[in-house]
């Protein structure tokens, strides 16, 4: 009973859609990018702890804090070997003071910090911080873990 008034085309099921070409979405679907910006997160959680310093020592624990920081510092590791590491290259004990000393004609004022393993030889802890004090640091600091209670 009832008519259509339009042009006399039949278009069939796409009545009112034009010509019958498809229009261009002009929405953005978010779902995928949601989804991969999550599983990108998820990654540099896992590996972000991964990327701090190199060198597989056991450190000390102890009940202190954790300092904040800004800048990498420059950390000095000694293993359970005797070996001892400037960030992430070793370097024998001698060079210390020489590596050290060109660092601070850079302009580095940062703290520097050790890192001892807890089988490591007392002694050679003791050798490396006064190398690092006859450097011209003053601002050393130990690190550790911090203690299970």
Do not use: C, H, W
Request: hydrophobic share 40%; aromatic share 4%; proline share 5%.
């Amino acid at each position: 009973m009832g008519m259509s008034a339009g042009t006399g085309r039949s278009n069939g099921s796409r009545r009112g859609r034009g010509r019958g070409r498809r229009q261009p979405m002009s929405e953005i679907n978010v779902t995928p990018m949601v989804d991969v910006m999550l599983v990108l997160l998820i990654i540099f959680m896992v590996a972000a702890p991964l990327l701090t310093v190199g060198v597989p020592i056991q450190l000390p624990e102890t009940q202190a804090k954790a300092l904040n920081s800004d800048s990498q510092p420059i950390t000095i590791s000694v293993n359970s070997d005797g070996e001892v590491y400037l960030n992430d290259t070793v370097i024998p004990i001698e060079e210390i003071v020489a590596k050290l000393q060109a660092v601070a004609e850079a302009g580095y004022e940062e703290r520097i910090f050790v890192r001892g393993d807890r089988s490591a030889d007392y002694g050679t802890v003791m050798r490396v911080m006064a190398r690092i004090s006859a450097a011209g640091f003053r601002n050393i600091g130990l690190v550790t873990d911090q203690e299970n209670a």
